[in-house]
């Protein structure tokens, strides 16, 4: 009885309760009374922004910054010698071309003092009326056609190289086939009534007695009379 009168709400209470309530919810933008928490009572939370997902140990961000810096370095060690691939060979190619332009501008050196006409000029010469200066500007236009006949040949040769590589390898295989085929041919061929009494004999069948036997035995015969 002592529980249930301490638990009692009194009607003054209650009405002083309710009053204070209505006070509340006559304030102006006010609505009902806002619960007072104790701050201490409230957990512990975690902000996390998008996919950055914080490590609950030490030992995990150390684990998980090594696989990072890992997966950095193979990639900048696989560009780099990319890189240094395509370099070379731009090197190579631009080393060529420097080598064909000084023979070429060694030949025009020759020619310095005289103006070069253009090639379409010397076409409509009469060679009647043709001067030296004439020859010496149809040898320079001349020497620059077999420049880029040479660059043309260069690429067509490399070409050629190509499929004659091509070419070795596909006889090769075709080589690797022939002789698997010749070996093949070689080989013993398999007794066809041994290979049928294995058969029976993994499914618990005797094939040396009764019936089965006689026709195995029949069939072993016209097999050697072929």
Known sequence: MVE?????????????????????????????????????????????????IIPSTKEESVKEKTGEFKDQIGNTNQYLKFVNAH????????????????????????????????????DKINYKYITENDTKSLVAHRASELEQIKEKLTHQESQVQRTKTELQQKEEQLKHLHEEIAQNKKKTPEDPLLVIREELAKLGIDGNSGKLANALSALSGMASKK
């Open 4 to 52: 249930k009168h301490l638990n009692r709400i009194s009607n003054v209470d209650e009405q002083s309760k309710r009053d204070s309530d209505e006070d509340w919810s006559h304030t102006t933008g006010v609505g009902s009374r806002i619960e007072v928490i104790d701050p201490l009572a409230v957990t512990d939370r975690t902000i996390i922004f998008g996919k950055d």
């Open 87 to 122: 370099l070379a060979a731009k090197k190579e190619k631009l080393d060529m071309l420097k080598e064909r332009e000084k023979k070429f501008q060694e030949e025009i050196e020759s020619l310095k003092g005289n103006n070069i006409k253009p090639r379409s000029e010397l």
